[in-house]
């Protein structure tokens, strides 16, 4: 009997990743620093959050199909320095992180963000008895943590000139929820992004309504705490209409009006149309300057507008658009609803 409940304890030693000396497994827990090397020996102890986290686009950061093509398969070595990170506080806060070499797959892992250079784990107590012995890290909590692997594309010096920033509201405040709202219950670990369609929505406004010209339309980015769409430059934002007769059979094909993106490096060429939160962004200032203002006006000609017209928004999380499976580098599309989501939509009479 004994011997069977020391194997039981062994084998749950084993199954927490817990370093263990033969003789005493009993010391060895609290004794013995465990070595944290992966994110599954986080997994029993804090079976929510790596559930979360398991579901978040950090855990996918090496395996996400987009980021596979892109990088062709990380022989773009410089890819992975963010998509399969060292951890954060070995870089140093505000750092970009270096790639790490083992165990890529687990992306954006536990490890990458919480573990310390001394072998602790950063929380927001000190708590010495508690198996991981987290220690207090404040750093933890401020956007410039983010900014290591998020400021790439300037999200985070965006949001440090915007009201958000005055009023202290950082990134963990809207992309890492309280769970229920209770301070005591922890953050959520899920991280909704681009990914997230009602998220989506809630950043933008669209309005379209019709004058002697023609149709008005705006479309506004309501959040004002980063660029819409910000960080990755293969968000785009587009504005399509269609003749929108009652029978839906009659119905045309849609027309592109506008696009709001970033382009890529190599697209010299064209401005940055991004909705901008703040007049100082990267492509300000506003004045004498729609094109990056947070209220784009836009217009549909008379001509264009007779009868009743259908004005949407769609959002692609990647610019272009696919035939098939192989991927087309091109705009002149006329059914967006193929592979982009329909974010707003307003029918002008
Ligand atoms: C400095 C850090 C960093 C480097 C280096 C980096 N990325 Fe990323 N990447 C990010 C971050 C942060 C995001 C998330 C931003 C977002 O979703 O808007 C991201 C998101 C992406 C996405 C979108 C994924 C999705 O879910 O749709 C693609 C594609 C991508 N990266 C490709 C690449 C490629 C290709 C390279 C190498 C040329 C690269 N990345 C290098 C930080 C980085
Ligand atoms: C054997 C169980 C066990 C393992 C394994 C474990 N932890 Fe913990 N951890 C705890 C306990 C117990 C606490 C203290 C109670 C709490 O805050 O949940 C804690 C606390 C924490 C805290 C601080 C929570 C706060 O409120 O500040 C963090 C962060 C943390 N763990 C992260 C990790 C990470 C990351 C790993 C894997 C590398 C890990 N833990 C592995 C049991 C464990
Ligand atoms: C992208 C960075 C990042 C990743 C990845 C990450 N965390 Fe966190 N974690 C944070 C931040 C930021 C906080 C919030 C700190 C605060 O509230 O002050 C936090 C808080 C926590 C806490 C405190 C209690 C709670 O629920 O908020 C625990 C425990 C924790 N993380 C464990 C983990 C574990 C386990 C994993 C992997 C499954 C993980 N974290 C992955 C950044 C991360
Ligand atoms: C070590 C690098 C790193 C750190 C630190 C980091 N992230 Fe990320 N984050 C990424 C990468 C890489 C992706 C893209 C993963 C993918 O889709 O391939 C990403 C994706 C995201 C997304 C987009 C999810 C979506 O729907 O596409 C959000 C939101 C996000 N991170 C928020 C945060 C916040 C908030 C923090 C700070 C608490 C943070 N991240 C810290 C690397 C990092
Ligand atoms: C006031 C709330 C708020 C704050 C503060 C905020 N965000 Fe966001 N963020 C959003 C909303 C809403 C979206 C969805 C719209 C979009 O994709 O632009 C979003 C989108 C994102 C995305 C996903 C972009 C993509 O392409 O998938 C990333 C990454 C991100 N934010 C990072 C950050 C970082 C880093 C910070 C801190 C500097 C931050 N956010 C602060 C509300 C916020």
Request: glycine share 6%; charged share 25%.
């Amino acid at each position: 009997m004994k011997k069977l409940l020391g194997i039981l304890v062994l084998a749950t030693a084993v199954w927490l990743g817990l370093e263990l000396s033969p003789s005493s497994g009993e010391r060895a827990t609290s004794a013995t620093p465990t070595q944290w090397t992966s994110s599954s020996q986080c997994q029993a102890c804090h079976e929510e959050v790596y559930a979360e986290w398991a579901d978040s686009w950090h855990a996918k950061a090496w395996i996400d199909e987009d980021v596979r093509v892109q990088s062709a398969d990380f022989s773009n070595k410089i890819c992975i320095d963010c998509h399969a990170p060292r951890p954060v506080f070995e870089t140093g806060i505000g750092n970009r992180v270096l790639p790490r070499s083992s165990r890529r797959a687990e992306g954006v892992d536990c490890i990458s963000c919480h573990l310390l250079p001394d072998g602790t784990i950063a929380g927001t107590i000190d708590n010495p008895s508690a198996p991981c012995r987290p220690v207090a890290r404040r750093e933890l909590q401020r956007v410039d943590f983010c900014a290591g692997c998020h400021d790439q594309h300037k999200t985070v010096t965006q949001w440090k000139l915007t009201d958000h920033a005055t009023n202290g509201t950082g990134c963990i405040e809207c992309h890492m929820p309280l769970r229920e709202g209770d301070p005591n219950a922890g953050r959520y670990h899920q991280m909704a992004g681009g990914h997230d369609l009602e998220l989506v929505r809630s950043a933008v406004a669209l309005r379209a309504t019709r004058d002697e010209a023609g149709i008005a339309v705006e479309v506004e980015n309501l959040m004002r705490a980063h660029s819409f769409p910000t960080d990755e430059r293969s968000r785009a934002a587009d504005v399509f209409y269609r003749s929108a007769p009652e029978d839906p059979e009659q119905r045309g094909g849609w027309t592109h009006l506008h696009r709001i993106r970033d382009p890529y490096r190599h697209e010299v060429d064209q401005p940055s149309t991004l909705l901008q939160a703040t007049p100082e962004g990267p492509d300000g200032p506003w004045e004498n300057n729609t094109e990056v203002h947070p209220v784009r006006p836009l217009r549909i000609a008379a001509e264009a507008a007779a009868g009743p017209i259908e004005v949407a928004l769609f959002y692609k999380l990647a610019p272009y658009y696919r035939d098939g499976e192989t991927v087309l580098v091109t705009e002149e599309v006329t059914d967006p609803l193929i592979d982009a989501q329909l974010v707003h939509r307003v029918v002008v009479p």
